[in-house]
C-alpha cells in the first residue's frame, strides 16, 4: 500500500511539473494580436481638405463648395475632440506588447503631443473565442487626467469589420461616437461610420459616413459621404469621382428639391 501511495505521489508530481511546463510553453508560444489598420479607426478627409477653400472663392463652385464646407465641419469636430485618441493608436504600432495572462496583451508606453503635453497610453488587447478581438485604451495626461478610459472595441481579425465607442469629457467621461467599419476585400468596398452618440443632445444619432470602391455610390463615382443631420432630420449626399475629381451634392435643405447638383474636374457647376 505504501508502494502504491508513493507511485501515485511520483505521478502527480510529474503531471503537475509538465503541465506547469505545457503552460509556460503555451503562453511562450502565444503572439500579440496584430493592432488593428489605422483604416479601421480613422475616416479619410484628404479629397475635401482645409488647402481646397482657395479653389472655391470663384461663384462657380457653389456645389463643390457647400459639399466642402459640411466635410470641413465635421473634420475639424473629429480633429478637435480625436486627437490624443488617434496619437495614442498611431504610437501603438512602434511598440512590444506583454502577455498579461488570460489571453490579454498590454501595449503601455509614453506618447508627446506637438504642444509638449506628455501622455502615458495602456492598449489592452484580448483574444476573443469569435474570431474577434477586443481593445481597451485607458490614457493619462502628466500633471493632469489620469485613467481615462478613451475608447473601446472590437475588430475581425482579418479586419473585414470594427465597431469602437469613443469617449469625451476627462472629468466626467461620457458616450462620443461609435464607429463603425467595414471591409469587403474581394469585392473591393470599404466604408466606416462616425455617429453622435452623446446623451441628450439634439445630434444624438446624427452621423458621417464615408464610402470606397465602385460600388460605393451609382453612375461612375467611386466616394461618397453620407451626412445626416439628426435634429433636422435632413439627409447630405456627396457622391465624386477618386481620380477625375468631378462629383455631385444632393440636399433638400439646402437645394429645396431632391435632384443632384454638379461640378465637374475644375470644381465648376455643371448641370448633371
Same mark, same amino acid.
Given at each position: @500500500?505504501?508502494?502504491?501511495?508513493?507511485?501515485?505521489?511520483?505521478?502527480?508530481?510529474?503531471?503537475?511539473?509538465?503541465?506547469?511546463?505545457?503552460?509556460?510553453? =503555451?503562453?511562450?508560444?502565444?503572439?500579440?494580436?496584430?493592432?488593428?489598420?489605422?483604416?479601421?479607426?480613422? =475616416?479619410?478627409?484628404?479629397?475635401?481638405?482645409?488647402?481646397?477653400?482657395?479653389?472655391?472663392? #470663384?461663384?462657380?463652385?457653389?456645389?463643390?463648395?457647400? *459639399?466642402?464646407?459640411?466635410?470641413?465641419?465635421?473634420?475639424?469636430?473629429?480633429? @478637435?475632440?480625436?486627437?490624443?485618441?488617434?496619437?495614442?493608436? =498611431?504610437?501603438?504600432?512602434?511598440?512590444? *506588447?506583454?502577455?498579461?495572462?488570460?489571453?490579454?496583451?498590454?501595449?503601455?508606453?509614453?506618447?508627446?503631443?506637438?504642444?509638449?503635453?506628455?501622455?502615458?497610453?495602456?492598449?489592452?488587447?484580448?483574444?476573443?473565442?469569435?474570431?474577434?478581438?477586443?481593445?481597451? @485604451?485607458?490614457?493619462?495626461?502628466?500633471?493632469? /487626467?489620469?485613467? =481615462?478610459?478613451?475608447?473601446?472595441?472590437?475588430?475581425?481579425?482579418?479586419?473585414?469589420?470594427?465597431?469602437?465607442?469613443?469617449?469625451?469629457?476627462?472629468? #466626467?467621461?461620457?458616450? /462620443?461616437?461609435?464607429?463603425?467599419?467595414?471591409?469587403?476585400?474581394? *469585392?473591393?468596398?470599404?466604408?466606416?461610420?462616425?455617429?453622435?452618440?452623446?446623451?441628450?443632445?439634439?445630434?444624438?444619432?446624427?452621423?458621417?459616413?464615408?464610402?470606397?470602391?465602385?460600388? *460605393?455610390?451609382?453612375?461612375?463615382?467611386?466616394?461618397?459621404? #453620407?451626412?445626416?443631420?439628426?435634429?433636422?432630420?435632413?439627409?447630405?449626399?456627396?457622391?465624386?469621382?477618386?481620380?477625375?475629381?468631378?462629383?455631385?451634392?444632393?440636399?433638400?435643405?439646402?437645394?429645396?428639391?431632391?435632384?443632384?447638383?454638379?461640378?465637374?474636374?475644375?470644381?465648376?457647376?455643371?448641370?448633371?
Amino acid at each position: @500500500m505504501k508502494k502504491l501511495s508513493l507511485v501515485l505521489a511520483i505521478f502527480l508530481a510529474i503531471f503537475v511539473v509538465q503541465s506547469c511546463t505545457k503552460d509556460t510553453d =503555451m503562453v511562450a508560444e502565444q503572439k500579440a494580436p496584430q493592432l488593428p489598420a489605422i483604416e479601421t479607426f480613422v =475616416m479619410p478627409f484628404d479629397d475635401f481638405s482645409e488647402s481646397q477653400r482657395n479653389q472655391v472663392e #470663384d461663384r462657380t463652385v457653389n456645389n463643390f463648395s457647400y *459639399a466642402l464646407g459640411n466635410i470641413l465641419i465635421w473634420n475639424s469636430l473629429l480633429d @478637435m475632440n480625436l486627437r490624443i485618441p488617434v496619437l495614442s493608436f =498611431m504610437e501603438a504600432l512602434k511598440h512590444e *506588447a506583454d502577455y498579461q495572462g488570460n489571453g490579454i496583451w498590454l501595449w503601455a508606453y509614453e506618447v508627446t503631443d506637438d504642444q509638449g503635453d506628455t501622455y502615458q497610453a495602456e492598449l489592452y488587447g484580448e483574444l476573443l473565442v469569435s474570431d474577434e478581438i477586443k481593445w481597451d @485604451m485607458y490614457v493619462s495626461k502628466t500633471g493632469g /487626467f489620469q485613467n =481615462m478610459h478613451w475608447y473601446t472595441g472590437v475588430t475581425a481579425n482579418d479586419e473585414s469589420y470594427a465597431h469602437w465607442t469613443l469617449y469625451f469629457d476627462t472629468e #466626467d467621461p461620457k458616450p /462620443f461616437i461609435k464607429i463603425d467599419f467595414k471591409k469587403d476585400t474581394n *469585392a473591393g468596398l470599404g466604408g466606416i461610420r462616425y455617429t453622435n452618440i452623446i446623451p441628450d443632445v439634439p445630434q444624438n444619432g446624427g452621423y458621417i459616413e464615408y464610402r470606397e470602391g465602385n460600388g *460605393a455610390a451609382t453612375d461612375g463615382f467611386n466616394r461618397a459621404y #453620407d451626412v445626416y443631420k439628426s435634429e433636422i432630420d435632413n439627409l447630405l449626399e456627396i457622391n465624386w469621382s477618386k481620380e477625375n475629381k468631378n462629383g455631385r451634392v444632393k440636399d433638400v435643405e439646402r437645394y429645396h428639391d431632391t435632384e443632384w447638383h454638379c461640378w465637374g474636374t475644375d470644381f465648376k457647376d455643371i448641370q448633371c
